[in-house]
């Protein structure tokens, strides 16, 4: 049974999970003090990013096979037909727990993100130019997301790096998968060209965030993330570093959650 569940936990990608989570959790309880709210608005992201990320390994099983061949899916460690009942059990508890525990404007809310993040495949088989700014854009609405719930005025910078950050991420992702991706938008330029596009626009998230300092908390995130950046472009040029530093790159989604508080 332990030899089971370990694939349906890499299933999961339980750290993006947690990111999604936290985003949304602690600038509500923060601004509100209401640990019982703060709880009822973050954890339907758990189950939406979990259909999310089971859609996309079921869809991505041959590109998988060359690109991550260590994956569940890909290296038959789960079967398909399992991966599908966890999802549809993750679609029925993100669906019950929007429409028992939210009140009725922030359903549609959640819904619509919800049908944005399932849709994701659909973009990347019938319109992959797009793909990019689509996630870029999709990692954006949790902060959205917290503007709405504590009702404060989003701010434009901290978005903007929030959106910098994730589609500099998925440029450098893309790279890294062009052995067995289709089309996509990184091969219309040579990888290069791309990987200097991919660091301008984590050094314009960088920026955005020190435009947007106004606390000693907010300026220790932007340091934190400014760190990262050049730590991660110094040592980008080492392929065995490359696991480690895109990971390291989640963590500047952490430096965007103390602009939140």
Partial sequence: ???????????????????????????????????????????????????????????????????????????????????????????????????????????????????????????????PTLKKPYVALAATLPIVLVTLIVDVKPNINVLLAAFSFVLGRE????????????????????PKVFTSLAFCLQGLGALSLIVAVRSPLELAAAALATILLMIITYNWKNKSYRPILLYAMKLQMLSVIAFLI
Avoid at 26 to 48: D, E, K, Q
Avoid at 76 to 83: E, M
Avoid at 171 to 190: C, E, H
């Fill in 1 to 127: 049974m332990g030899r089971g569940c370990i694939p349906a936990l890499r299933l999961f990608r339980l750290p993006s999970c947690a990111v999604a989570f936290l985003t949304v959790f602690v600038p509500t309880y923060s601004h509100t003090g209401n640990l019982y709210r703060s709880l009822v608005v973050s954890i339907p992201l758990i189950p939406i990013s979990l259909c999310t990320f089971i859609l996309n390994d079921l869809n991505d099983i041959e590109r998988d096979r060359i690109n991550h061949p260590g994956r569940p899916l890909a290296a038959g460690l789960l079967l398909p037909r399992t991966a599908a009942i966890i999802y549809f059990t993750a679609f029925a508890v993100s669906l019950a727990f929007i429409h028992f525990a939210l009140e009725e404007w922030l359903r549609y809310v959640y819904v619509a993100g919800f049908l944005l993040a399932i849709n994701y495949n659909t973009v990347v088989d019938y319109i």
């Fill in 171 to 190: 440029l450098l992702m893309d790279i890294r998968d062009l052995k067995g991706d289709g089309s996509t938008v990184v091969r219309l330029l040579p």
